[in-house]
């Protein structure tokens, strides 16, 4: 099943919230910290030591499919491109060149690999890069995000159906208290 692009703009909404540091934007990282109750996570983009850790953090990365930080960012600049009519392609081009071999794409690969190691043990990378690599852990992987869609798509409308009954009750409420 190939990805439709509402469930990649979803992942992108969720790996982009960490990493909106260009704008200066960290909204997104603040209300995730709240929910989850943690500020534990240094956003470092220094390198990472050349170990045996980092080469793991790379394997269990490339385990992931082809859903990941490297699409997506390619996904969301030919997304803006389609939209930008100031910018010639060629601003794109290199954007995208960047982003995928230049100090871009260096910063992103230590910020996240960072992450990881701030998250992750050795041995726990081991055992996800053995899951990942196991049909459960495809399939988990493949279905959890399009169950992820669908349940955002699904709780947005119970907000909004929520939003409007609020509504309808709150205006017949101040109709009664301006009698």
């Given at each position: 099943?190939?990805?439709?692009?509402?469930?990649?703009?979803?992942?992108?909404?969720?790996?982009?919230?960490g990493?909106s540091?260009?704008?200066?934007?960290?909204?997104?990282?603040?209300?995730?910290?709240?929910?989850?109750?943690?500020?534990?996570?240094?956003?470092?983009?220094?390198?990472?030591?050349?170990?045996?850790?980092?080469?793991?953090?790379?394997?269990?990365?490339?385990?992931?499919?082809?859903?990941?930080?490297?699409?997506?960012i390619?996904?969301?600049?030919?997304?803006?491109?389609?939209?930008?009519?100031?910018?010639?392609?060629?601003?794109?081009?290199?954007?995208?060149?960047?982003?995928?071999?230049?100090?871009?794409?260096?910063?992103?690969?230590?910020?996240?690999?960072?992450?990881?190691?701030?998250?992750?043990?050795?041995?726990?990378?081991?055992?996800?890069v053995?899951?990942?690599?196991?049909?459960?852990?495809?399939?988990?992987?493949?279905?959890?995000?399009?169950?992820?869609?669908?349940?955002?798509?699904?709780?947005?409308?119970?907000?909004?159906?929520?939003?409007?009954?609020?509504?309808k009750?709150?205006?017949?409420?101040?109709?009664?208290?301006?009698?």
């Open positions: 099943m190939r990805p439709n692009k509402n469930l990649i703009l979803l992942f992108g909404l969720f790996i982009f919230t990493i540091s260009a704008q200066n934007d960290t909204s997104g990282v603040t209300i995730f910290q709240s929910l989850f109750g943690t500020n534990r996570f240094i956003i470092d983009s220094s390198a990472v030591p050349e170990d045996p850790l980092t080469q793991k953090i790379r394997v269990l990365r490339s385990e992931r499919g082809p859903i990941n930080f490297e699409n997506v390619k996904f969301t600049i030919r997304d803006q491109q389609s939209k930008d009519t100031t910018r010639p392609k060629e601003y794109y081009d290199k954007f995208l060149e960047e982003c995928q071999t230049g100090n871009a794409h260096r910063n992103i690969e230590n910020v996240l690999i960072n992450l990881y190691r701030q998250c992750f043990t050795e041995e726990e990378v081991d055992q996800l053995e899951f990942y690599k196991s049909t459960a852990g495809k399939k988990m992987f493949k279905d959890f995000l399009l169950l992820t869609a669908i349940a955002a798509n699904t709780v947005q409308d119970i907000l909004k159906l929520t939003a409007e009954k609020l509504d009750e709150m205006n017949i409420e101040k109709k009664k208290n301006n009698k």
